[in-house]
């Protein structure tokens, strides 16, 4: 089932291959902090130490977004709407619990069940950094829990239940870059689409942590591209050289779009893979595309039922026979050391 007329097929397996056949698609994308949200480990704001620039060679600390920050609210878009309409085995997956094994969320993203099974991930998300130093990308804020009345004290006594919190400012911005290896047009879609739909990262996603994706482009190569931190030192480069950085003002977002699709189409004249981008006005009309299937209903369950066949197919050819061969393995184990006794 074709969904795409401005991409060609070339790009796409029919089925999901076992091995790796050296097909890459990379969602070129921004990630922008609408409000204040928390990407922290053990309490602390993730940040780290490292190269401002790739001409620019002062070392400034940066907040950090980890891959897990990124990929897992993704997935559970994903896995959200294949309970929302009822699509393969949805029933059965319980995130980090019990995952079916057979939905293009096991398939794709990856499962680890101990002895049960695991299937490596086809989406490859690494850290990605912020733009601006980290000491203009965030705000420490003091945190209360008031009484019913609203006040502090209670009975003549002030409570103690305050507390303060470093947060990601608004306007903050990381360059990110998602690879989907060996992709189907229906799995393509069907990450794009996750991408696209994803609101909330971080920490307390349900009070705060808005972040919205911009897509800047996606290119087709045999191969890996530019890292996330590199990308972000091109565009600190190019906003830098141009007077766009001044803090403690946040970054203009036209300016940086412009930035990333300069410094994007730049480095990919340094890479030493065949690539096919569709970046700027190039992606436009594809963007255009998806669209037009993702907002329209039975366009979209069309696409999840597609993407739900192929990984199916999939967990049946290769993963089932996995199971039974390993199973059966035990069995004679079991079979010999009961003999032996």
């Known amino acids: 089932m074709n969904f795409l007329k401005t991409v060609d097929a070339k790009f796409f397996h029919n089925e999901i291959p076992a091995k790796p056949m050296g097909k890459y698609a990379h969602f070129v994308t921004i990630r922008i902090t609408e409000s204040y949200p928390l990407f922290q480990t053990d309490g602390e704001l993730n940040k780290v130490k490292v190269r401002a620039g790739i001409q620019h060679a002062e070392a400034i600390s940066r907040l950090a977004m980890f891959k897990r920050k990124q990929s897992t609210p993704e997935r559970l878009t994903g896995r959200e709407l294949l309970r929302n309409y009822k699509i393969g085995d949805w029933e059965k997956c319980d995130y980090n619990v019990d995952f079916s094994k057979t939905t293009p969320d096991c398939i794709l993203y990856g499962f680890a069940i101990g002895d049960a099974g695991s299937e490596k991930s086809k989406v490859v998300v690494d850290t ?6 980290f000491d203009d990308s965030h705000l420490n804020f003091t945190l209360n829990a008031p009484y019913e009345n609203g006040t502090m004290s209670r009975n003549g006594e002030v409570t103690s239940r305050i507390n303060s919190q470093d947060h990601i400012l608004p306007q903050v911005f990381f360059p990110s870059i998602v690879t989907l290896k060996d992709p189907t047009e229906a799995g393509f879609l069907y990450i794009f689409n996750n991408i696209l739909r994803t609101r909330h990262y971080g920490a307390q996603t349900t009070r705060t942590g808005r972040v919205r994706n911009e897509l800047m ?8 591209i530019v890292s996330n ?109 009961a003999a032996m006794e």
Do not use: C
Request: charged fraction near 30%; avoid cysteine.
């Open 229 to 337: 931190l590199r990308w972000t030192q091109k565009i600190y480069d190019l906003l830098s050289f141009d007077g766009k950085i001044n803090p403690p003002d946040p970054l203009n977002e036209d300016d940086v779009r412009k930035a990333a699709i300069k410094a994007i189409n730049e480095l990919m004249t340094q890479e030493y893979v065949t690539h096919t981008d569709y970046i700027g006005e190039n992606f436009t009309p594809l963007l255009d595309e998806v669209k037009l299937i993702t907002s329209n209903e039975a366009k979209l369950q069309e696409l999840l039922t597609q993407a739900n066949l192929e990984s199916s197919a999939y967990a049946q050819k290769y993963i089932s026979k996995n199971s039974e061969a390993k199973n059966s393995e035990k069995g004679k184990k079991g079979k010999k050391a």
């Open 128 to 133: 990605a950094f912020s733009i601006t130093p």
């Open 217 to 224: 482009g996606v290119i087709f190569a045999d191969g890996e």
